[in-house]
């Protein structure tokens, strides 16, 4: 079974920084892409950035040059930093895996379980 936990998230107030973790752990044989996507009241779920297993990315236009996103291959680990928060980019975060978990076999995504970020004006 492969799980996702996500930490940080909170309140912030226009400006702030703020960043956000979630690692992987189970039956992991590899990992590749994984990346953060967001969801604010009323709207459909939308890709904030991504980050491929050799550490190519790709960023909302929304988040280019605010946000950014790393991993950590030995910990199956991916980051979010966000810099320049608005309120705007208040909403529900979640990470995703593509994760193999043996050899052979399907490729599923896997989901956190999501995390509040708040920014106040």
């Known amino acids: 079974q492969v799980q996702l936990v996500q930490s940080g998230g909170g309140l912030v107030q226009t400006g702030d920084s703020l960043g956000l973790s979630c690692a992987a752990s189970?039956?992991?044989?590899?990992?590749?892409?994984m990346g953060w996507y967001r969801q604010a009241p009323g709207n459909q779920r939308e890709l904030v950035a991504a980050?491929?297993?050799?550490?190519?990315?790709n960023y909302a236009d929304s988040v280019k040059g605010r946000f950014t996103i790393s991993r950590d291959n030995a910990k199956n680990t991916v980051y979010l930093q966000m810099n320049s928060l608005k309120p705007e980019d208040t909403a529900v975060y979640y990470c995703?895996?593509?994760?193999?978990?043996?050899?052979?076999?399907?490729?599923?995504?896997?989901w956190g379980q999501g995390t509040q970020v708040t920014v106040s004006s």
């Open positions: 995703s895996a593509d994760i193999k978990p043996t050899i052979r076999g399907p490729i599923p995504r896997y």
């Open positions: 980050i491929t297993s050799d550490g190519s990315t």
């Open positions: 189970g039956s992991i044989f590899s990992i590749n892409v």
